[in-house]
Nanobody
Framework: QVQLVESGGGLVQAGGSLRLSCAAS????????MGWFRQAPGKEREFVAA????????SYAGSVKGRFTISRDNAKNTVYLQMNSLDAEDTAVYYC???????????????????WGQGTQVTVSS
């Protein structure tokens, strides 16, 4: 069983920064990718960023590329999402997720992720 716990959300002014953390416990193997998704009120959950646990390959949604950076610390079993130049459109609940990579697997499909955290609220005031 895998448990994911997000932290670091909060209220920030437009143009500001936040760093989200996702602490993983349980049986996370090197074949797992870790992803961040977000869901704003009245909208579908959308992919934000992902990183492979061992190879450090990353993927980003076009809307956050150049502003957000995903990273991980394997020694701490933790994945981070550094968010810079935040704007009101980034307001959402942010979820951490873990999925086992297999043939045909894609980072951006939420159905490919088996484990999810409870989410952390990010609110950007304009």
């Amino acid at each position: 069983q895998v448990q994911l716990v997000e932290s670091g959300g909060g209220l920030v002014q437009a143009g500001g920064s936040l760093r989200l953390s996702c602490a993983a416990s349980g049986r996370i193997f090197v074949g797992y990718a870790m992803g961040w998704f977000r869901q704003a009120p009245g909208k579908e959950r959308e992919f934000v960023a992902a990183i492979t646990w061992s190879a450090s390959s990353t993927s980003y949604a076009g809307s956050v590329k150049g502003r957000f950076t995903i990273s991980r610390d394997n020694a701490k079993n933790t994945v981070y999402l550094q968010m810079n130049s935040l704007d009101a459109e980034d307001t959402a609940v942010y979820y951490c997720a873990a999925g086992l990579i297999s043939t045909g697997w894609t980072y951006g499909n939420s159905k490919n992720y088996d484990y999810w955290g409870q989410g952390t609220q990010v609110t950007v005031s304009s």
